[in-house]
């Protein structure tokens, strides 16, 4: 069969700055993954779904199935909107490290340094399963920009901390007042870290966060349909959310009539899979896309580094299964870099050790693979989160680009 690829280049491998691409899809690859995404959404496990698959060098396959709305009949297009939710932390996670490269902040600095209020924390030291009654202590060490970077803070959320869930619940405090689920730097747990890294680019950039992300990143990568709300012209290539019910069909929810979330550092993003493959192309590429240097190559580099040490991600137990099931994928394997999940091992057909991955709680995908030089963005809007039929077509994604390169 005659190959549509240009072999790949065989360059010594230095962090995120080999300058060779990553060979499209073949013509039998695309076939492929289109099957993939047509027999998922023909048996109904989800609405709809827009794939992007990306290189250093351009989009290698960028296709939309099924319907962004059921009830309107309304189909899935490539540049449909999604609440990114989640996904947005990568993003704000890269916009601290432009702060580090502009010598404004270290990551080891204390967080207090900048936002008085994160100082002298305390920590939970004693919880009661039973009752839910809690005791506390002054924390050891500070909280470190590297620890909310990490999720090694000791910040939870709610909804996938029992513990933190049950003191919330009996404090009426949010996560960010709640004590902290262990000393820092000692343990694991997604949370509201990012949250904190959002204030953090106030602070010391003396710009608001929506501000500091159009014009520092989204703009200058050409992420045009992204922010934190749709403009009423767009409105209409919003998705709809649908909830998956007992019997294992979805239910739509009625779309809002203006789409707008609050500005937050760890999520409220909407936007598109080709805007975010735009994204993920700047990272393969070292911190540049086309003209726009976004970070230094090493800085890239060093974000797809382990920065937990011995501490992996533990599976996170979900307090609403309504809303989430128990996540991630590689629990009690993978690392955490500086603002991307990193996975530990490689089985057939997956992503190489080290790429790093997140979501958004509507199951929306990313995965950079910066060994093999491809980017991945699988887009759904279907709750709950990590649901085992979602995660499937997640799943058939991967296996079968991965298949079908070289």
């Known amino acids: 069969m005659k190959r549509l690829l240009w072999p790949l280049l065989l360059l010594p491998l230095v962090l995120l700055t080999v300058t ?4 499209p899809l073949p013509e039998q690859g695309s076939a492929a993954l289109t099957a993939v995404l047509e027999r998922a959404v023909a048996r109904g496990d989800v609405p709809g779904v827009v794939v992007t698959v990306v290189d250093r ?5 960028h296709e939309a199935f099924g319907q962004s709305s059921t009830i309107e009949r309304t189909p899935m297009v490539r540049d449909t909107i999604f609440n990114m939710a989640s996904m947005t932390k990568a993003i704000t996670s890269v916009a601290v490290m432009m702060l580090v490269d502009e010598g404004k902040l270290s990551i080891d600095d204390e967080v207090a340094q900048y936002l008085p209020q994160f100082a ?16 506390t202590r002054p924390a050891e060490r500070p909280i470190t920009i590297r620890h ?24 009426g405090r949010n996560e960010l007042e709640s004590p902290l689920l ?14 904190v890294l959002g204030q953090l680019v106030e602070a010391v950039s003396g710009q608001p966060l929506d501000a500091f992300l159009q014009t ?3 703009g200058p990568l050409g992420m045009g349909d992204t922010g934190y709300q749709v403009p009423e012209a767009k409105h209409a290539r919003v998705v709809a959310v649908n909830t998956r019910g007992a019997d294992g069909s979805f239910v739509e929810q009625q779309r809002p009539a203006t789409a707008r979330s609050n500005v937050a550092g760890d999520g409220g993003l909407y936007g598109t899979a080709g805007d975010y493959g735009r994204f993920l192309r700047m990272l393969l590429n070292g911190g540049r896309l086309g003209d726009a240097r976004v970070l230094r190559a090493a800085t890239v580099g060093t974000m797809f580094e382990n920065h937990t040490g011995d501490v992996v991600v533990p599976l996170q137990r979900s307090t609403n299964q309504g809303l989430s099931r128990d996540f991630p994928l590689g629990a009690g394997e993978d690392h955490w870099g500086l603002g991307f999940q990193l996975a530990a091992g490689r089985q057939a057909h997956r992503r190489a050790p080290g790429s790093g991955t997140w979501a958004g709680i509507f199951n929306t995908h990313f995965f950079v693979d910066p060994t093999t030089g491809i980017g991945v963005v699988v887009m759904m809007q279907t709750l709950p989160f990590y649901d085992e039929r979602s995660m499937q077509v997640y799943a058939g994604v991967e296996e079968a680009v991965y298949a079908h390169l070289p």
């Open 182 to 195: 262990f000393e820092p730097g000692e343990s694991w747990a997604y949370g509201a870290s990012t949250r």
């Open 120 to 135: 002298d924390r305390e920590v939970v030291s004693r919880f009661d399963e039973a009752d839910g009654s809690f005791e």
């Open 57 to 61: 060098d351009g989009v290698l396959y």
């Open 20 to 23: 060779f691409a990553a060979p």
């Open 148 to 171: 909310l970077l990490t999720h090694t803070s000791g910040i939870g959320y709610g909804f996938s901390s029992p513990t933190l869930s049950r003191i919330m619940q009996a404090t």
């Open 216 to 218: 520092r990143i989204l």
